[in-house]
């Protein structure tokens, strides 16, 4: 009996399908709003490896280009040499901070996701208050937990993004005034 590549699994299906119904069951009792919170800290996150990347391996070479075209030239002091350098300043500060203010935006929007979740849970909780009476708190606790999860979970991701966004504009700064002063003239 010849066994497919498809039988072999890459991942233990028991394991992923538990991880991914402790997922579902955990984003179910947050609501839809925890949902659409999800989809910005994936986009943030998304963001935030693309400047790494861009730091780490697109950058290097840039400045290393720049540096060469700099050594090269016979002329450093010039009114036009200050121009060119200027320009290339211009465009390492473009490149390095791209995204950076779109990341500073998403992290911003975290809590204020988990700000509507908690509202959209307290109103689940003031509808069964008003339809079923106040006397049973299994009914609220749903409606609880829709008000709570949303607010944890926007505060964390908005924690963790502040502090990797401040940590790349920190990099991104010491990188474009390392570069201006490889760039000064000699």
């Given amino acids: 009996m010849e066994n497919s590549l498809y039988d072999i699994p890459l991942i233990h299906n028991s394991a992923l399908e538990?991880?991914?119904?402790?997922l579902e069951q955990?984003?179910?009792?947050?609501?839809q709003i925890l949902w659409w919170l999800a989809a910005v800290v994936m986009l943030c996150w998304v963001l935030v490896v693309e400047r790494v990347v861009y730091l780490s391996v697109t950058y290097p070479k840039q400045k290393q280009q720049w540096l060469t075209l700099w050594q090269a030239r016979d002329d450093q002091t010039s009114w036009y040499a200050?121009?060119?350098?200027?320009?290339w300043l211009n465009q390492?500060?473009?490149a390095l901070n791209q995204n950076l203010n779109l990341i500073k935006v998403l992290v911003a929007i975290c809590?204020?996701?988990?700000?509507l979740g908690t509202v959209t849970g307290m109103i689940s909780v003031f509808d069964v208050m008003a339809t079923q009476g106040s006397?049973?708190?299994?009914?609220m606790a749903s409606g609880?937990?829709?008000a709570t999860l949303p607010t944890m979970a926007g505060m964390v991701a908005a924690?963790?993004?502040?502090?990797?966004?401040?940590?790349l504009a920190k990099a991104c700064h010491l990188r474009e005034m390392k570069l201006e002063k490889l760039l000064r003239s000699q």
């Fill in 26 to 31: 955990f984003m179910n009792q947050g609501g």
């Fill in 144 to 146: 609880i937990s829709l």
């Fill in 159 to 167: 924690l963790s993004g502040m502090f990797v966004h401040s940590r």
């Fill in 111 to 115: 809590p204020m996701l988990g700000l």
């Fill in 135 to 139: 006397s049973q708190p299994r009914l």
């Fill in 82 to 87: 200050h121009a060119v350098r200027s320009g």
């Fill in 18 to 22: 538990s991880w991914w119904y402790s």
């Fill in 92 to 94: 390492a500060h473009l």
